[in-house]
């Protein structure tokens, strides 16, 4: 089949991968030359305006990118947190997530939740971001620390590289047209302590509200945004650069939910978090994207 892309789209969504190499290259400068402080900086002052004036769009401050990769858990951090009674936990999930007829429904039944632990060292619950209406719902992790200050999905750096992204195929947060908005939300509620990997108990009894959400917002297609959201989700052992590339029927898991006849498209890509430190990977991202792109369009 050929593609539906017509040219005017074709040509802003170019603007915006273009954007997002040049912002490659910086990342991969900061990455790569000797911390010479006063060399990168004259290089930031030097680059960095001159790109938003070019590009129209603005570059975090360089200390929070620093500050957020950081605080990215080494690969297979996750340690087990444990709490209290996981089978009653995950039962009172199943029946909360069933009562709930709407989003708002869902946010309280999420709120009045005291089934995981790190509800108590979070200091927001994080619930949703974007437009409900949206043809588009992206499932993230957990929150990060920036998300748990402001009680929104995605809105520290890997959340604003997360945008640029989007933006390149036409899709915003923001968006009141159900055609370009993006709805966005995580398999965990809450931040876990310093970041670190959800436990597959959080997951688990995370898991009915998650699908229940989903079941409320009923997109047209999924972006799993991640190895943990792609694994939890489409209950698969694989690893993400297995799972990403090709779609996905999802399924609800928790049959106790009673959710039929529901299949929605998925497609499974790197997290944002990770491609801050492997951005050689946005390459993969990018073709994930055209296939989002192209979906929407057929
Ligand atoms: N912020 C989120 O809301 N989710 C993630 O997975 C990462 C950052
Ligand atoms: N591991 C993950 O969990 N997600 C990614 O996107 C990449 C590696």
């Known amino acids: 089949m050929s593609h539906h892309v017509n040219s005017s789209h074709h ?3 170019l603007g915006a991968a273009l954007e997002w190499y040049l912002d490659q290259e910086l990342e991969e400068m900061i990455g790569d030359v000797p911390v010479d402080r006063t060399r990168l900086q004259m290089a930031l002052s ?7 004036i070019a590009q129209g769009f603005s570059e975090p401050p360089q200390a929070s990118l620093a500050d957020e990769i950081k605080a990215a858990p080494p690969a297979g951090a996750a340690k087990r947190q444990a709490f209290l009674g996981k089978s009653d936990a995950r039962e009172e999930a ?3 997530a069933k009562e709930a007829s709407t989003l708002e429904d869902l946010r309280a039944a999420i709120e009045s939740f005291d089934g995981v632990a790190i509800k108590k060292t979070a200091t927001n619950m994080v619930f949703c971001d974007g437009n409900p209406q949206a043809e588009v719902m992206l499932v ?3 929150p990060g620390a920036d998300d748990d200050r402001q009680g929104k ?6 959340g604003q590289l997360l945008d640029r992204i989007l933006k390149c195929i036409d899709l915003d947060r923001m968006a009141e047209d159900p055609k370009k908005a993006v709805y966005m939300s995580n398999i965990l509620n809450w931040r876990p302590p310093g970041n670190r990997t959800p436990s597959p108990a959080e997951i688990e009894v995370s898991l009915p509200f998650i699908e229940r959400h989903i079941a409320l917002v009923k997109p ?7 190895g943990v959201s792609a694994k939890a989700l489409l209950a698969r052992g694989e690893s993400i650069s297995r799972l990403r590339k090709s779609w996905h029927d999802y399924k609800p898991l928790t049959q106790e939910l009673g959710i039929d006849g ?8 790197y997290h944002p978090t990770y491609l801050l430190r492997t951005p050689a990977q946005k390459k993969a991202v990018w073709m994930d994207m055209l296939s989002v792109r192209e979906k929407l369009d057929s």
């Open 46 to 52: 030097q680059m960095v305006p001159a790109m938003n």
């Open 94 to 96: 199943v029946r909360l």
């Open 140 to 142: 993230g992790e957990a």
């Open 262 to 269: 529901q299949e929605i498209q998925a497609i499974a890509t």
């Open 153 to 158: 999905p995605f809105v520290g750096v890997s």
């Open 11 to 13: 040509r802003s969504a």
């Open 220 to 226: 047209k297609i999924l972006i799993l945004c991640g």
